[in-house]
């Protein structure tokens, strides 16, 4: 099992910057990649940015040039800074690890970052 804390969200006026923190415990040894996933209100789950354990990263194309995921020194710790923000980056964030070996997916509590125009 995998356990995933976030910290970070928060209220914002457009233009600001928010940087959200996830921190994996538990069999982290398993985890190939952990990524930010977003949902708004009446829409589905997105991806927003991953990075695997060789440091390869993705982004939606929504966040590209705004967004920059990156891993901390412990390596099981991520983060997504977030410039640039508009009111349209307003969604519940989740941390997510994938364990590519049971092919799990493991989820954080979620972060509400909200927006302001």
């Known amino acids: 099992q995998v356990q995933l804390v976030e910290s970070g969200g928060g209220l914002v006026q457009a233009g600001g910057s928010l940087r959200l923190s996830c921190a994996a415990s538990?069999?982290?040894?398993?985890?190939?990649?952990m990524g930010w996933y977003r949902q708004a209100p009446g829409k589905q789950r997105e991806l927003v940015a991953r990075?695997?354990?060789?440091?390869?990263?993705n982004y939606a194309d929504s966040v590209k040039g705004r967004f920059t995921i990156s891993r901390g020194s412990a390596k099981m710790t991520v983060y997504l800074q977030m410039n640039s923000l508009k009111p349209e980056d307003t969604a519940v964030y989740y941390c997510?690890?994938?364990?590519?070996?049971?092919?799990?997916?493991?989820w954080g509590q979620g972060t509400q970052v909200t927006v302001s125009s």
């Open positions: 997510n690890a994938y364990d590519g070996g049971y092919r799990d997916d493991y």
């Open positions: 538990g069999s982290i040894f398993r985890i190939n990649r």
């Open positions: 990075i695997t354990s060789g440091g390869s990263t």
